[in-house]
């Protein structure tokens, strides 16, 4: 089974999730912008994924660019500035209990699969 930290407006999480139904392959969607991970889930998906909080980052965000652009944080210091501001996580994350993977390009989550 897979889940996905999924935003129903954004056109890349979407088009992820699509892609995933129509493979008919069981899905959990996890809004995280609503039911936020916290921080042992997130470092459990960073460790999935094999990156830095610092690496699925929305830096385009304006929350970033006004409050934490050009800034230095330990990585637990990001993650809990994620959980605070969970819309700086970057969507969507597709993961299962081994791997994950960024839903950019969409096209990725075949990897899981």
């Known amino acids: 089974m897979l889940k996905i930290y999924h935003n129903p407006r954004c056109s ?3 088009q992820t999730l699509q892609i ?3 493979k008919n392959v069981e899905v959990e969607i996890i809004e995280y ?3 936020v991970p916290n921080a042992k889930e997130l470092k459990a998906v960073l460790k999935k994924l ?4 610092q690496d699925v980052l929305r830096k385009g965000e304006a929350i970033f660019k006004e409050k934490f652009k050009g800034k230095t944080f330990s990585d637990e210091e990001w993650i809990e500035i994620m959980i605070e501001n969970p819309k700086l996580i970057e ?3 597709v993961f299962n209990k081994d791997k994950a993977v960024l839903g950019r390009p969409p096209e990725n989550v075949i990897e899981l699969f």
């Open 12 to 14: 890349k999480s979407r």
């Open 20 to 22: 995933i139904k129509e």
């Open 33 to 35: 912008l609503k039911d």
């Open 50 to 53: 094999n990156l830095k909080p």
């Open 91 to 93: 969507r969507p994350i």
